[in-house]
Nanobody, 120 residues
């Protein structure tokens, strides 16, 4: 069983930046893909970005492409999400999950989430 813990959320003005972290512990695996998802009040959890440990490949939702950057640190078992040019519509709880590349519905092992609030 893997445990994921998100951190780094907060309140920021539109146009600002935040860096989220997702620390993995327990039965980590380099064959899995790590992903960031977000859930706004009253909405479903949506895919944001993915990072493949084995190839370093990244993939982004259209809504964040060009503004967000996902990366990973093998030594620390940590995945990051650098969020730039934040918009009020980015406000959500951000979750880190693990799954298989291209199959976003396969993701699970969710952490507790971290709240990101962007004020206009």
């Amino acid at each position: 069983q893997v445990q994921l813990a998100e951190s780094g959320g907060g309140l920021v003005q539109a146009g600002g930046s935040l860096r989220l972290s997702c620390a993995a512990s327990g039965r980590t695996s380099r064959s899995h893909t790590m992903g960031w998802f977000r859930q706004a009040p009253g909405k479903a959890r949506d895919f944001v970005a993915a990072f493949s440990w084995s190839t370093g490949t990244t993939y982004y939702a259209a809504s964040v492409k060009g503004r967000f950057i996902i990366s990973g640190d093998n030594a620390l078992n940590t995945v990051y999400l650098q969020m730039n040019s934040l918009k009020p519509e980015d406000t959500a709880i951000y979750y880190c999950g693990r799954g298989w590349w291209g199959s976003w519905s396969s993701f699970g092992s969710w952490g507790q989430g971290t709240q990101v609030t962007v004020s206009s």
